[in-house]
Structures are given as C-alpha cells and as structure tokens.
C-alpha cells in the first residue's frame, strides 16, 4: 500500500507526540505526509490537489489530537471540501473505494476514561463514529484508531518510545501489506496491532 499521513495540529512546535509521530512518518521510505495546518494556514485547501493525493494513495492516515470528541478544526473544512458528491461519494462518485483509513490520535485523558463507565462515557472508537460512517458512505475501509492515551504523561512517564515503536511498525505494516485488515477493522483500537508490529523488521 501507499499510506497518506495527514496531520493536523494547529501548535506542532509545541506537541510532544503528534510531531515526533509525524516526524517518524516523514522518516518512513514509501509514506506521504501532509500537514494541514502548514499548507493551508488560511483554510483555503486545494481541493483538486487533495483529492490527487487521495486518489494515489491506498491507505488515509489522520493524525491529530482529540478536540471536543473529534480532530481540530481543518479536517471537518478538509472533508467538506475535499469529499465531494461525484468524487468521493453518489452514484458516480468511487474514487476512494477500498481504499483503507483510520485516525492515529493523542488524548489527554488516561485509557480507562474511554470506556462506557469511564469518564467520558464511551470507547474512543464509538466517539470516533462520524469519521466509520464517512468512511463506510466514500466506500472506504475504516479501520480502528491508533490511540496514545494519557498523551500529557507519554514523556514523564517515559511512555514515548514504545508509542514511537508501535507507529513505526503500524505503518510498515500498511506500506508491505503485513497488516491483518480484517482484524484491524474488527478492534476497538490498533495499539495491541501496531504494537506486534514494532519488532517487524522494515523492508523496502
């Protein structure tokens, strides 16, 4: 597969785990990286260049941090933009279908928080519906998130490097087509997935 790692993250210079985790896409031989905020500072997104993007990649990557239950700003703009009716969805609109996507995500909150006792009353897969649903109306294969819980504390509590290790082997998984689609579209994340994955040696 050709994976598309897109990020959005309007402080990047100040994040401490969606920029190392982009850092190691854009290290990665075979992925494409995007970010969105540094391209298109103003919002106006070229809708025909994104759709090109999409349309020569295989696997669509969202990398962001979770806001109010979804990602930032620009990736709703993104979508309503770039998703258009005839492209990417309708009777005549397939130009995404069976490609595969899933969103790679830091939460501020520990793992236990996203459960239906926890605090925020849900797994974060089922927070994450509207991206499934989109990605189920485009024809695409939605798979379960990459999830960093307790993001603010990956670093103090030296948690960095394994979240590192396991990005690393998710992607190489997707780019040489080691990754068990099924079973990543079956979980509630990816993180026991990837994390198989991060001793995988990498191959070009």
């Known amino acids: ?8 993250h309007p402080r990047l210079d100040r994040s401490e785990i969606s920029g190392p985790l982009f850092d190691v896409a ?8 995007v970010d969105l905020y540094g391209e298109y500072p103003t919002f106006e997104i070229d809708v025909a260049r994104e759709q ?15 806001y ?8 709703r703009e993104w979508q309503d933009l770039v998703l258009e009716h005839g492209f990417a969805y309708g009777k005549h609109g397939h130009a995404l279908d069976g490609k595969v996507t899933l969103n790679a995500v830091s939460c501020g909150a520990l793992e236990s928080s996203y459960r239906p006792e926890g605090g925020n009353g849900a797994y974060l897969r ?7 649903k989109t990605a189920d109306l485009c024809g695409m294969r939605y798979l379960a998130p990459f999830a960093i819980y307790g993001a603010g504390r990956a670093v103090e509590e030296a948690r960095r490097g394994d979240h590192v290790a396991a990005w690393r082997g998710l992607l190489t998984a997707l780019r040489d087509d080691r990754l068990d689609i099924p079973a990543a579209r079956a979980a509630r994340t990816l993180n026991d997935i990837a994390a198989s994955h991060a001793a995988a040696p990498e191959t070009a």
Not at 68 to 75: D, T
């Open 26 to 33: 854009g290290q990665t031989e075979g992925v494409t990286c």
């Open 126 to 132: 089922d927070l994450l519906a509207p991206f499934e």
């Open 68 to 75: 109010w239950y979804s990602a930032p700003a620009i990736v």
């Open 1 to 8: 597969m050709k994976p598309l790692v897109y990020i959005a």
């Open 52 to 66: 090109r993007r999409l349309v020569d990649h295989d696997a669509i990557v969202f990398l962001h941090p979770i």
